[in-house]
């Protein structure tokens, strides 16, 4: 099944291939950005966290922000199953890169524990018509205005970890490797890593497990 034929169709429902690991329901999702400047697109030790713009999108039922996510199925891998959720809720496609982490965390809609994986996305293309355009609206903003407007503690942690992913990317990147699409672990300083909880938040009782 290929990304792009999923534009005229719409978001998948239903849970009777949903993934479940340990009685937990397995979501993922994505951490979307890309380059303002796109003079510095091919410049990786140019670019810098003041370049990137992080997208987020509102709630199918309120105004929270977040990062496009949902349910992993059985027919998909886990790559594709988070392609397609970005897709589905925020229309865009793009590179993903190495995987962020998993986390445990519980939503109070539901009252149970869910398992999420979150992938950074780099976006190479903005769609005009995706699935669920009707039913959301998309925000890019700053990395430190993402952390702010962010309203899940758990995606929040998942944005940190892209962060500190990309921090210091150039020091270690191959000639032979896509600097776009390089996610490798670096130091940073925590001081500009700080956030604040929404009192809003619905979804708590978040921890790293991997």
């Not at 998993?102 to 996305?121: N, T």
């Not at 952390?147 to 944005?159: D, G, I, P, S, T």
């Not at 925590?190 to 991997?210: G, P, R």
Request: aromatic share 8%; net charge negative; proline share 3%.
């Amino acid at each position: 099944m290929q990304i792009m034929k999923l534009v005229a169709l719409p978001s998948r429902t239903g849970r009777h291939l949903q993934r479940y690991n340990k009685g937990f329901r397995q979501v993922v999702g994505c951490v979307p950005y890309r380059i303002r400047d796109t003079n510095k697109a091919q410049l990786v030790d140019d670019i810098t966290l003041d370049d990137l713009e992080i997208l987020l999108i509102s709630s199918q039922k309120s105004t929270r922000l977040m990062f496009p996510k949902g349910g992993w199925e059985l027919d998909e891998d886990i790559e594709l199953a988070a392609s397609r959720e970005t897709l589905e809720e925020a229309g865009v496609v793009g590179l993903l890169g190495e995987k962020l982490g998993e986390w445990i965390f519980k939503s109070k809609s539901q009252e149970k524990f869910h398992e999420g994986s979150m992938f950074p996305l780099y976006v190479t293309e903005e769609l005009e018509v995706w699935p669920e355009k009707n039913l959301r609206h998309r925000v890019w903003m700053t990395v430190n205005e993402a952390r702010q407007a962010c309203a899940a503690v758990w995606m929040k942690e998942a944005l940190e970890e892209f962060v500190c992913q990309f921090t210091c990317r150039s020091r270690e990147v191959e000639v032979d490797q896509d600097p776009l699409t390089s996610c490798l672990l670096a130091l940073y300083d925590n001081e500009d890593l700080s956030f604040t909880a929404q009192t809003a938040d619905k979804e708590v009782d978040c921890y790293l497990i991997s």
